[in-house]
């Protein structure tokens, strides 16, 4: 006779949709096999690493396809449906592909990278922090309990800090990679302290069930879910890098090797801000009164710290081309988080995140661009200071003008048009929400960041100071420019393979 243990043990085992959850897996187990590998092969074998990974990040990517076909749940709760902790939906997908394909151009970025400074950065170290990083990164869009997010945020996290310090001997990036770390724990302590908070009063972490219990919390822990809502949202704002979160960025930036500055500037901000829209659309709509204003306020903050400091630096020319487009990228993040504001006023929030995540596709091709020429300019300027770019049509005109059309997609000018509709979806998405004021705090700082962006792309084609230096441009590096400009190229000529994300609900 069987006994009452085993029906119910039977019906808690569940089947795991290996297919849905394929795209993270395969990185983890690429990094796996990374560090498996890096301890039997021979300093000389040792590049066979970044090929290893470059194909790992590339057979994720290839994952998504057989995603196509619908939405997969999986890790669900059994006789509930809907209430699961992994699930690839549309929002997924999108997100996924960004990730993948931004750590797949950081990677090709790195393996000349490492090349030039072998000595200093080791390869078998490097690639398992990369690989499992852009591991979390990729499981966190497909996080549907509080747990799970917090999980993925931090194996998205934690290899980054390694990543930002990993250059032997270097204390400008041991600095970097501390300031990184101290403020990505205080935000993750405070989500954590929060999350808890929103656990005791609704007795749940699935996201969904969160949602509807939200509204009907018992009186005595209302101030505690209150609590517990802001709290979570502090914590998240760190991970955004939006103002007054947002010192660790030019610094860290800085002291990271350039590939993994790359990496951070859309893969982190793509974390950052993928978590902040599951707590805020999904967990938390019934406080949309509480976190609407709040983002909006962020947003306009934000961007305008960012522009103003990236305008600063250009100003003094003697900076570091990668500090300004630190600072450029706080003011980017800026834009992003204004249609997520704009959500908690609307009556189709996941429209209005589709306006975001327009933004952050454009953002993610033409900012690895930018990058990517940056990483040519260091090899020969190792400063890589803005006046190094003085000239560059004169050595390299096809890196100029690839660099000037990267610029101008970031500023939203022709014939950057892709850059130029994704503001106006954005634009857009603040004053269908009634944001008038912040639509036109947004239009301001557009026009404060031309004056920098023109600046530096007029800066290109003036007559060289001194011995040009001629670049050599590694097969890596030409493949990191030939995709970002292909993309941004095509995305430009029909961006409506990107705005449709605009137009439609993403949940």
Known sequence: MSSPAQPLAASVIQSVDWVAVAPPLITAVAALAVLVADLFLPDARKPLLGRVSVAGLA????????????DRSTFCVTGQAGVCSY?????????????????????????????????????????????????????????????????????????????VGIRHGDRRSSDAALKFFLS?????????????????????????????????????????????????????????????????????????????????????????????????VVAFPSYAGVWGPALAALA??????????????????AHSAVRLLAWSSVGQAGYLLVPIAAAAYSKDPGKSIGSTVAYALMYAAVNLGAFAVAALVGRTRPGNRVSD?????????????????????????????IGLFAKVTVFSAAVEAGLGWLAVVMAVNVVIALFYYLQWTALLFRAPEGEPAAHRVPAPLTVALTLTAVLGIALSGAPQLVLRFAGTALF
């Open 59 to 70: 057979a994720s990517a290839l994952a998504l396809l057989p995603l196509l076909d619908g």
């Open 87 to 163: 699930t690839a939906d549309r929002f997924t997908l999108v997100v996924q592909f960004l990730v993948l394909g931004a750590a797949l151009l950081a990677a090709l970025l790195s393996v000349t990278a490492l090349k030039d400074e072998r000595r200093a950065l080791p390869e078998g170290e490097y690639w398992f922090l990369l690989l499992s990083s852009a591991a979390g990164a990729a499981l966190l869009p497909a996080s549907r309990d509080l747990a799970t997010l917090v999980v993925a945020l931090e194996v998205a996290s934690l290899p980054a800090f390694a990543l």
């Open 184 to 280: 990505s724990v205080t935000a993750t302590a405070v989500s954590l302290l929060g999350i808890s908070f929103v656990y005791a009063s609704t007795g749940t972490l699935y996201l969904t069930q969160v949602a509807g219990r939200l509204q009907h919390v018992d009186g005595q822990l209302n101030t505690l879910a209150q609590t517990g809502v802001v709290l979570t949202l502090v914590g998240f704002a760190f991970k955004t890098a939006a103002v007054p979160f947002h010192f660790w960025v030019p610094d860290t930036y800085v002291g990271a090797p350039l590939p993994i500055a790359a990496y951070l500037s859309v893969v982190g901000k793509a974390v950052g801000f993928t978590g902040l829209i599951l707590v805020t």
């Open 300 to 317: 306009a903050l934000t961007m305008t710290v960012g522009n103003v400091g990236a305008l600063r630096q250009q100003a003094t020319r």
């Open 389 to 417: 770019y003085r000239g560059l049509y004169a050595t390299n005109p096809l890196t100029a003008l690839l660099l000037a059309f990267f610029l101008l997609c970031l500023a939203g000018l022709p014939p950057g048009v």
